[in-house]
T-cell receptor
Framework: GAVVSQHPSRVICKSGTSVKIECRSL??????MFWYRQFPKQSLMLMATSNEGSKATYEQGVEKDKFLINHASLTLSTLTVTSAHPEDSSFYIC?????????FGPGTRLTVT | EDQVTQSPEALRLQEGESSSLNCSYT??????LFWYRQDPGKGPEFLFTLYSAGEEKEKERLKATLTKKESFLHITAPKPEDSATYLC?????????????FGTGTRLQVTL
């Protein structure tokens, strides 16, 4: 299957700082990538759809100024959590789309202290 | 609004005890139904995509089936390494890269 990587796998930051998470498709090109958030023992909640070369589409209730998404190339999308607060602590997962299939990265555990 | 409901929420099986997980869905224009396996602290691992009612797919001890209203993931003679959360998701709308809507998952534990 196709491989998607995320970096970092874990990050701890102080309240008020910004954190950038990278998502890469390693062996294929993805015009569309997705960003999800998952709280403990809950399912994946879609945050936004990232399209290469255009603005991201955010789901209802997701602050686009807080969660900045850049899809600069066909293999890289980044999620920046700006002015992070403890309630932003979560497991962030990206996926990259092939026709009829979506492959997920290993996730990034963000802890805001 | 697309909806996905998975049952049971949790399932405990003994090794070798076969069972089925259910995924019921409501969606306008299903393009695909996906099954994933997720281990704790990791991203979902792709298992199957089903596209039309009557379709079946198999992979080792797993078999997925699809009807117009639900999908089943059958686990035959499970082993402890099959313990994980199994997620079902539907894809609707135009385009093959449209978003997935996930169910809440079934946490499977297989004991010796």
């Amino acid at each position: 299957g196709a491989v998607v990587s995320q970096h970092p796998s874990r990050v701890i930051c102080k309240s008020g700082t910004s954190v950038k998470i990278e998502c890469r498709s390693l062996d294929f090109q993805a015009t569309t990538m997705f960003w999800y958030r998952q709280f403990p023992k809950q399912s994946l909640m879609l945050m936004a759809t990232s399209n290469e070369g255009s603005k991201a589409t955010y789901e209802q209730g997701v602050e686009k100024d807080k969660f900045l998404i850049n899809h600069a190339s066909l293999t890289l999308s980044t999620l920046t959590v700006t002015s992070a607060h403890p309630e932003d602590s979560s497991f962030y997962i990206c996926s990259a789309s092939l026709p009829y299939e979506q492959y997920f990265g290993p996730g990034t555990r963000l802890t805001v202290t | 609004e697309d909806q996905v409901t998975q049952s049971p929420e949790a399932l405990r099986l003994q090794e070798g005890e076969s069972s089925s997980l259910n995924c019921s869905y409501t969606v306008s224009g299903l393009r695909g139904l996906f099954w994933y396996r997720q281990d704790p602290g990791k991203g979902p691992e792709f298992l199957f995509t089903l596209y039309s009612a009557g379709e079946e797919k198999e992979k080792e001890r797993l078999k997925a089936t699809l009807t117009k209203k639900e999908s089943f993931l059958h686990i035959t003679a499970p082993k402890p390494e099959d313990s994980a959360t199994y997620l079902c998701a539907v894809q609707a709308g135009a385009g093959t890269a449209s978003k997935l809507t996930f169910g809440t998952g079934t946490r499977l534990q297989v004991t010796l």
